[in-house]
Nanobody, 118 residues
Framework: QVQLVESGGGLVQPGGSLKLSCATS????????MSWARQAPGKGLEWVSA???????KYADSAKGRFTISRDNGKNTLYLQMNNLKTDDTGVYYC????????????RGQGTQVTVSS
């Protein structure tokens, strides 16, 4: 069955960096657009970034210039490099199968917690 397993979250100070990973299985990873979304405490799900099968990328305004989405089709793994983190980046980050636009996500993983705090 389809599995999406996020990892790499943690506690980081403002200005710091984290790299999230999403290991996948059960589908043809290289053929799918993949995405990241996040949910801050007490708020709704926010689409963050997507990468299509060709490697084209797009970002939410809040992520532009600080986050980089990438994929390794040989490892069936999706990544999100996050630099210059801010307290507003705190939340649970979810990997998504699909998601070039928020409404096109087919499945999400269980999430990984990112906390940005001094």
């Amino acid at each position: 069955q389809v599995q999406l397993v996020e990892s790499g979250g943690g506690l980081v100070q403002p200005g710091g960096s984290l790299k999230l990973s999403c290991a996948t299985s059960g589908f043809s990873f290289s053929s799918f657009t993949m995405s990241w979304a996040r949910q801050a405490p007490g708020k709704g799900l926010e689409w963050v970034s997507a990468i299509n099968y060709n490697g084209a990328t797009k970002y939410a305004d809040s992520a532009k210039g600080r986050f980089t989405i990438s994929r390794d089709n040989g490892k069936n793994t999706l990544y999100l490099q996050m630099n210059n983190l801010k307290t507003d980046d705190t939340g649970v980050y979810y990997c998504g199968q699909g998601g070039w636009t928020p409404e096109t996500v087919a499945r999400r993983g269980q999430g990984t917690q990112v906390t940005v705090s001094s």
